[in-house]
Nanobody, 125 residues
Framework: QVQVVETGGGLVQTGGSLRLSCAASGNIFSAVELGWHRQTPGKPREMVARITTGNGGSINYADSVKGRATISRDNARKTVYLQMSSLQPEYTGVYYC?????????????????WGQGTQVTVSS
């Protein structure tokens, strides 16, 4: 079983910065996709930023955060980060981390697709 826990949310003023962290626990063999998603009231959860490692790998951002967000990973710490700057009130929401890949079980490698419980980000105007 792989669990992920987000930290770093909070209240920030418009124009401020924030860094979110998502640490995974468990015997992970490989993480093929690590992403941050945002949930706001009345709207479906949307992808904010994502790192994939297949086919040479890629990094994708939602249009709304391009130029203001940077996703990165630390494989040794099994952690993915989301650095956001020039925050605007529309960035307010619950940010969820998602990590997918393979981990070791008693019988061999198995896939995992883990979501955290979310961390609240509130940008005040």
């Amino acid at each position: 079983q792989v669990q992920v826990v987000e930290t770093g949310g909070g209240l920030v003023q418009t124009g401020g910065s924030l860094r979110l962290s998502c640490a995974a626990s468990g015997n992970i063999f490989s993480a093929v996709e690590l992403g941050w998603h945002r949930q706001t009231p009345g709207k479906p959860r949307e992808m904010v930023a994502r790192i994939t490692t297949g086919n040479g790998g890629s990094i994708n951002y939602a249009d709304s955060v391009k130029g203001r967000a940077t996703i990165s990973r630390d494989n040794a710490r099994k952690t993915v980060y989301l650095q956001m700057s020039s925050l605007q009130p529309e960035y307010t929401g619950v940010y969820y981390c998602n990590q997918r890949g393979l981990y070791l079980t008693k019988t061999g490698w198995s896939p995992f697709d883990s979501w955290g419980q979310g961390t609240q980000v509130t940008v005040s105007s």
